[in-house]
């Protein structure tokens, strides 16, 4: 019986179009309790692989019917298993186990849209047993945006030149982002600056590769935090994701209706050092006041992050890449969002207007810290490549020294795309 309330609240969700609703519920999936901090504790004691996958089993089958064992995948080997509800079968992915402090991670964003009864922005949609000691989060796992999706193309049909993947994307960033409620106080932007700045420079203090260089690539991340926060002035703050990269979108349905499925994000978060330093940079305590806080910022920042990840895959055409980059570069000039440019090839957006007011280097200088922060992880995590560093330092020579933006410059063109230091 207890386990049938479960498999209700999931149903509540999927069924029907209610896995389609941005109001959905976040569901807390505690009738389990006692079971649950049981399992809580004995992993954090310490379980080998057959015990952990007989927990998740265990769990998993509360949600209905499952198909096949979990599994683990991803670099966070998170657990995945299918799950029958009704006449439908849903793939849901089970964070947590094996990586608890993740789940930590991920639940600030949840709770965040909670406050604000936007959770179908997240693709988590319950957790268990509580969430002051969660062992498990449920999260819907869709259609993972791939490089092959990307590449699909029919331009005679299209009526943009960019593919119908990447602007549905984009126009979830704008619906997350830059809808009227989802403006905020100018205060945000340099909180937030000073939250990535504590996100890099954690990076860089953790890696093998960058030990006798820490000092010189920290102090150039604090220069080009520095003169950004200059520019901030009276431009409005807007709802950020933490970590915007292709591989973070994903495309859910509801079952039936999957021409009418919608994008959301997953694996959103910010690690505790990272919180903690920020709070106690900024004279912040560790209320959900606070954490709110940390998912105002920049959209351009998100932008530069998405822009970055789809620049290294190699098989997504370089016509893509281009007309991403040409509109990024209209937003920062222009104030106008996902703006196409007449080439030819179907019919281009008109765009929507940035809040104002628009600031146009703070704008560019945003753009250029997404990719910055993608830029500095790669390096931190493998040593990077001679090109890779350069591109590194040319972003934040150009945000130290405010380089000017100009649509038709082709060195500026290269340069955000790459050409002269990722070939």
């Known amino acids: 019986m207890v386990a049938e309330q479960i498999k209700d609240k999931l149903e509540e969700i999927l069924k029907k179009d209610g896995l389609l609703d941005r109001s959905r519920p976040c569901h807390i999936f505690d009738e389990f309790q006692d079971q649950d901090l049981n399992y809580y504790n004995n992993i954090k004691n310490g379980v080998d692989e057959t015990q952990l996958m007989t927990i998740a089993k265990d769990v998993a089958e509360r949600f209905g019917t499952i198909s096949g064992l979990p599994f683990k995948s991803g670099a966070n080997n998170t657990l995945f298993v299918s799950v029958k509800s009704g006449d439908n079968l849903h793939n849901i992915r089970l964070k947590g186990f094996n990586r608890l402090e993740q789940i930590g991670k991920n639940l600030q964003h949840v709770t965040f849209l909670m406050h604000k009864n936007q959770q179908g922005y997240n693709a988590a949609v319950g957790v268990g047993p509580s969430l002051d000691e969660p062992l498990y989060l449920v999260l819907l796992d869709g259609r993972v945006t791939s490089q092959a999706t990307l590449e699909r193309r029919d331009y005679e049909k299209d009526t943009d030149p960019l593919p119908k993947d990447l602007n549905e994307i984009l126009d979830f960033i704008y619906s997350y982002s830059l809808t009227k409620n989802h403006i ?226 082709t060195t500026l063109a290269e340069f955000m795309r790459g050409k002269s230091y990722l070939d």
């Open 184 to 409: 905020g106080s100018t205060e945000y932007v340099p909180l937030h600056l000073s939250l990535i700045e504590q996100g890099m420079i954690g990076r860089i203090e953790r890696s093998k590769y960058l030990e006798d260089y820490a000092d010189y690539w920290i102090d150039l991340v604090n220069k080009a935090i520095t003169v950004t926060k200059s520019l901030v002035n009276n431009t409005p703050s807007t709802w950020v994701l933490s970590d915007a990269i292709l591989e973070n979108f994903i495309k859910v349905g509801n079952g039936t209706t999957e021409d009418k499925g919608q994008w959301t994000a997953i694996d959103q978060g910010y690690s505790e050092k990272q919180l903690v330093k920020w709070r106690e940079l900024n004279g912040l305590d560790d209320s959900p006041e606070t954490t709110d806080k940390s998912f105002y910022g920049r959209v351009e920042y998100n932008l530069g992050q998405l822009y970055f990840s789809l620049l290294l895959r190699e098989n997504i055409k370089s016509h893509d890449k281009i007309m991403l980059q040409d509109r990024l570069l209209t937003l920062a000039s222009e104030g106008i969002y996902n703006r196409g440019r007449e080439i030819g090839i179907g019919k281009p957006r008109a765009g929507k207007p940035m809040p104002e007011r628009h600031n146009p280097t703070l704008s560019l200088n945003y753009l250029r810290l997404g990719i910055l922060d993608q830029v500095i992880a790669d390096i931190a995590r493998t040593g990077g490549s001679d090109k890779t560093r350069a591109y590194g330092e040319k972003l934040i020579y150009d945000i130290i020294t405010n380089h000017p933006l100009a649509i038709d410059d």
